[in-house]
């Protein structure tokens, strides 16, 4: 797996840093085609909207790994600023873009739900094409397939030597956890984008989003070789847990709330 488009003395130019630029790019365009129905000055105001997420998805996905790895930077704080070194987490890039569309909405007045609604499917789309990246660069990598009986021992993926894959396991065949992740993505973000109920239920899509990545992420990282750690437990499969918890719970109370709302209406 070779992760250099170009590389010189000078400057090296990785898939991974185009798949995360062409996540971006692929993820607003699909918010903004969907934000079609509600104007052109709805649309306006994804683009607007998208000068905060980008830089808060930066931001929550760094402060988010090197909350849990600081181990690693204690000796060289400066090296937290050095992004193109690797380092991000997709859990914390969500966050923080979370954060960002929370603060948006109340500031331009806006229905917070109706936004997160527009947003999700971009937001997993850009997951999607981001995780191809990882795995051009070994980042984000699976356990040795030898390690995992049930797994078939040819499905594997071996690292450029300059990757953080070979650096803790070197030319050892690795499960393509990225790559399946990836995959899932693409998934849901078609039951996202297909499955419509006649009942649009406020946060609908944005809840599923989230509780269904959480199921993905929590079951990939009994595969995963690169998890961030607390206490001996995945940080990642704690905040999957967490996420799918609330998230089920706020579903069924924006379910429960249309409901109500319809029966008041039709004076039922």
Not at 99 to 127: H, S
Not at 163 to 170: H, T
Request: with cysteine; aromatic share 12%; net charge positive.
């Amino acid at each position: 797996m070779y992760p250099f488009v170009f590389k010189t003395d000078l400057y090296a130019l990785r898939w991974e840093n185009v798949m995360i630029l062409l996540g971006i790019v692929a993820g607003l365009w699909l918010a903004h085609r969907r934000a079609a129905p509600k104007g052109r000055a709805y649309q306006d105001m994804l683009l607007d909207l998208a000068l905060w997420l980008v830089p808060a998805g930066i931001i929550g996905g760094r402060v988010w790994e090197v909350m849990w790895t600081w181990s690693d930077y204690a000796a060289q704080p400066w090296e937290v600023f050095a992004l193109w070194n690797g380092g991000m987490s997709i859990q914390g890039n969500v966050l923080g873009g979370l954060v960002a569309a929370v603060i948006f909405a109340r500031r331009r007045q806006i229905r917070l739900w109706e936004l997160l609604d527009v947003l999700a499917p971009g937001v997993l789309l850009g997951q999607a094409i981001g995780r191809i990246g990882c795995l051009t660069s070994g980042d984000a990598f699976g356990r040795p397939v030898a390690d995992v009986s049930w797994w078939p021992q040819w499905f594997g993926v071996v690292y450029h030597p300059e990757s953080p894959a070979a650096f803790f396991y070197g030319a050892t065949p690795l499960i393509p956890a990225e790559a399946l992740e990836g995959a899932a993505d693409f998934l849901i973000l078609a039951l996202l984008l297909l499955y419509m109920p006649k009942r649009e239920v406020p946060g609908r899509i944005v809840l599923v989003y989230a509780i269904a990545y959480s199921v993905v992420r929590f079951s990939l990282e009994f595969l995963r070789g690169d998890s961030l750690l607390l206490g001996g437990l995945k940080v990642a499969q704690l905040l999957s847990v967490a996420v799918i918890a609330v998230g089920a719970g706020l579903l069924i109370n924006q379910y429960r709330k249309y409901s109500q709302q319809n029966t008041k209406a039709t004076g039922i």
